[in-house]
C-alpha cells in the first residue's frame, strides 16, 4: 500500500498562475483533509471532506478550493496564486469518525510551493 | 490566535536519557490529544493520544501526561534513541474536522 500520495513534490509559481495539487489514498478512508504548515506555526485546515462529493471549509480557506470526485483522491486548487501561500502543503485521510475515537489521521509526504 | 502552543522550538538530550516535550492549550473543549511525529521530507506520523478524561497513557517508550487544571500536556520517552531525532507535533481536538496543532519540537538525541 502506497498510503496516502501526493503530486508534484515541489512546485514554483509565479503571482496570479493556477495549480493544483492532487492527493491520492488508497486506504478507503471516507475523510480527507488538507492542510498548510509555515514556519512556527502548526498545521492549520484548509478544507476537508467526510465523502465522495462532499467538501467544506476549514480555518484558513481563503483563496483555494477544493474537489472530491473520487474517494480516493482530493485535489486543492489555487486560482490566482499569491506569495502569502508560499508553504508546505499536507493532505491527509482517516477513517469515518466512528471508525474509532480520535479518527486518526495519515499523511501524505508534503508539497512544497513557492509563489514568487 | 494559537490554541495549542509548544514553547520550546528545539530539544537536544543523550541517548539513553529521558526527552520531555511539552505543549499548552487554551480550549477547555478539547476532547483528544495526539502527539505526531515528522521526518525530514516525510508527513507526520500519529504517535499516541490520549483523551481528555484520562491523565496517562503509555506505550511502550512513550508516555503521555495530561493535566487539565493547567492545560498542560507532556510526552515522555524514555529511554531516547537517535532513531527518536525528529519533529514532534501536539495536536488536541474538538471534533474530528476541528484539530489544532502546535508549532512542533525539534528533538534531537546524541549518540
Known amino acids: 500500500n502506497a498510503g496516502v500520495t501526493q503530486t508534484p513534490k515541489f512546485r514554483v509559481l509565479k503571482t496570479g498562475q493556477s495549480m493544483t495539487l492532487l492527493c491520492a489514498q488508497d486506504m478507503n478512508h471516507e475523510y480527507m483533509y488538507w492542510y498548510r504548515q509555515d514556519p512556527g506555526m502548526g498545521l492549520r485546515l484548509i478544507h476537508y471532506?467526510?465523502?465522495?462529493?462532499?467538501?467544506a471549509k476549514g480555518e484558513v480557506p481563503d483563496g483555494y478550493n477544493v474537489s472530491r470526485l473520487k474517494k480516493q483522491n482530493f485535489l486543492l486548487g489555487l486560482e490566482s496564486a499569491a506569495p502569502s501561500q508560499t508553504s508546505v502543503y499536507f493532505c491527509?485521510?482517516?477513517?469515518?469518525?466512528?471508525?474509532?475515537?480520535?479518527?486518526?489521521?495519515?499523511f501524505g509526504p508534503g508539497t512544497r510551493l513557492t509563489v514568487l | 490566535d494559537q490554541q495549542v502552543k509548544q514553547n520550546s522550538p528545539s530539544l537536544s538530550v543523550q541517548e539513553g536519557r529521558i526527552s520531555i516535550l511539552n505543549c499548552d492549550y487554551t480550549n477547555s473543549m478539547f476532547d483528544y490529544f495526539l502527539w505526531y511525529k515528522k521526518y525530514p521530507a516525510e508527513g507526520p506520523t500519529f504517535l499516541i493520544s490520549i483523551s481528555s478524561i484520562k491523565d496517562k497513557n503509555e506505550d511502550g517508550r512513550f508516555t503521555v501526561f495530561l493535566n487539565k487544571s493547567a492545560k498542560h500536556l507532556s510526552l515522555h520517552i524514555v529511554p531516547s534513541q537517535p532513531g527518536d531525532s525528529a519533529v514532534y507535533f501536539c495536536?488536541?481536538?474538538?471534533?474530528?474536522?476541528?484539530?489544532?496543532f502546535g508549532a512542533g519540537t525539534r528533538l534531537t538525541v546524541k549518540p
Open positions: 471532506s467526510v465523502g465522495e462529493g462532499t467538501t
Open positions: 491527509a485521510s482517516s477513517m469515518a469518525l466512528d471508525s474509532g475515537p480520535y479518527n486518526e489521521q495519515f
Open positions: 495536536a488536541a481536538r474538538v471534533v474530528f474536522n476541528d484539530m489544532r
